[in-house]
């Protein structure tokens, strides 16, 4: 009787160990996964904060990592963001092939880089200029007055953008002041070249060795590939259109294309960096985003006012008659 009792006891024992072992291990498996999750969302966490610091403030990191990360930066592939693009075509690069990386700057804010293109020295300079975004082309398309015209000028040669029978050449009118206005021309040079104060200095130095204005060339620009030019690296040259719509442009890198580039001639040029556009709200819903902008508007609270199409015809007119006309309207695209 004894032995049963114990066989019994011992049989409970077990049963009761088995049980407890299991919720054991169903309660280190939910740890586990909690753990998991934990990881998982410190990675994440991590990822964007180092986002967050490589967009907005690298010199915050010193050390070498920043210059891997630099240097991956320099390296430009932008595989990833181009496998987004919807490229239909599909032309396979020559090799050998150089990869310039081409930087263009505001027109207004002219320290602003609004774009960044890689590009391939067997494209041709207008390839380039139609990637070129400015609110100008918009304006000027929107109040039919657009001009296909353009030139680059790139160290002491104009490219004009003569492919449109409309277009006009632009450096036209500065070569005839070059001819007409020689001393005005030689001066300005010089300015630029040593800048007027030390101009003056050598003047009373009276060691004035007359300077030499550049041998100024045109050549149309969709005949010019980027291997035929003669540039210097980061240096300041122009980008001109819609009359006198000016811009900075500057081929910042150049190196050989490599396999892990985009291997899609067509896919070039690629737009590797985009200025985000600072778009105005209505100013009166607050909500939607501004179509038009007022001028000396009486009603307005603000001079310029801007205005979504709801609010501004809520303003300003009733049963489609205008309420009032003493203002001036103009479409806004963005700033
Ligand atoms: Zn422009
Ligand atoms: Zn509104």
Known sequence: MEKKKGSKKQKKRKANKHLVENTY?????????????????KATARLHSL???????????????????????????SSGKVKTLEVEEHIPVSYPEV?????????????????EFLVLGHQTLTELKDKIYCLTDQVMQKAGKHDPSGYFLIEDIFFNDLRDPSAIDYSGPIFDW???????ALKKWESIITGELQQKQRAILGNVTPSKLPNFKTVDMHKTRFCDLR????????????????????????RLIHPEDVNNRAAYPIIIFQLKPRVQKCHVCKISRATKVTVDDKWARENPCYFCDYCFSLLHSSDE???????SVYDYVHD
């Open 25 to 41: 291990f169903k309660r280190v498996e939910q740890l586990a996964k909690i753990k998991q999750k934990q990881d998982d969302d």
């Open 51 to 77: 986002n967050a610091v490589s967009k907005n403030n690298d010199c915050a990191i010193p050390s070498s990592d920043k210059i891997e990360r630099m240097k991956s930066l320099r390296s430009m592939n």
């Open 99 to 115: 990869v310039l990386c081409v930087e263009v700057y505001h027109n207004k804010r002219r320290w602003s880089k609004i774009q």
């Open 178 to 184: 070059l001819r007409n206005s020689r001393d005005d």
């Open 231 to 254: 540039f210097q690296l980061g240096a300041g040259y122009l980008y001109c259109h819609q009359g006198d719509c000016k811009h900075t442009m500057v081929i910042r890198d150049m």
């Open 321 to 327: 008659s205008p309420l009032y006309a003493q203002f």
